[in-house]
C-alpha cells in the first residue's frame, strides 16, 4: 500500500462500522446518520487526514451531496436514489476485508462508483473526488 496510513486505523475502521452498522438496520435516516459519520470523522482525535482513510469524508460526503440534488437532481427519485448509495456503500463497507489493503480497495471502487454518477454538465465529471 503506498499511502501513509494513520496509527489509529483499527478505531477508525471502528468508528465507521459503527455508522455502517446503523445505515443497514434501516431505522434512522442514512443521509442523516452518513452526515453524523462525517461530523465524527472531522474529530481531531479521528486521524483521517492521509492516505486512504483521509478520503473517506469526501466519498460520504458524496453520497450524501445525492439528497441535495448535487452534482445531478434526479427529480422525484432523489431521496431513493441518495438511500440506495448509502446502503450500497454500508453493505460493501461490512462486506470489505476491514485493513489497509481492503480500505484502499473501498476507497478506489467508491471514487470510480460516485465518478460514474450522472453529472449536471452532460456526463463529464462535475469535480474531481480523487483528490
Excluded: C, H
Excluded at 476485508?97 to 453529472?119: H, K
Amino acid at each position: 500500500m503506498t499511502d501513509t496510513v494513520p496509527a489509529s486505523l483499527p478505531a477508525v475502521i471502528e468508528l465507521v462500522d459503527e455508522y455502517m452498522y446503523r445505515v443497514l438496520k434501516g431505522a434512522e435516516d442514512s443521509v442523516l446518520v452518513i452526515g453524523e459519520l462525517m461530523g465524527a470523522l472531522t474529530e481531531p482525535n479521528a486521524e483521517v487526514s492521509e492516505g486512504s482513510v483521509g478520503k473517506l469524508y469526501p466519498i460520504f460526503g458524496d453520497l450524501s451531496d445525492i439528497v441535495d440534488g448535487f452534482p445531478f437532481d434526479y427529480g422525484d427519485g432523489t431521496e431513493m436514489i441518495a438511500q440506495r448509495e448509502i446502503r450500497d456503500a454500508a453493505w460493501d463497507w461490512l462486506s470489505t476485508v476491514r485493513n489497509a489493503d481492503g480500505l484502499e480497495i473501498y476507497v478506489d471502487r467508491w471514487i470510480a462508483r460516485s465518478e460514474a454518477l450522472p453529472t449536471a454538465e452532460d456526463g463529464r465529471p462535475f469535480r474531481d473526488i480523487a483528490r
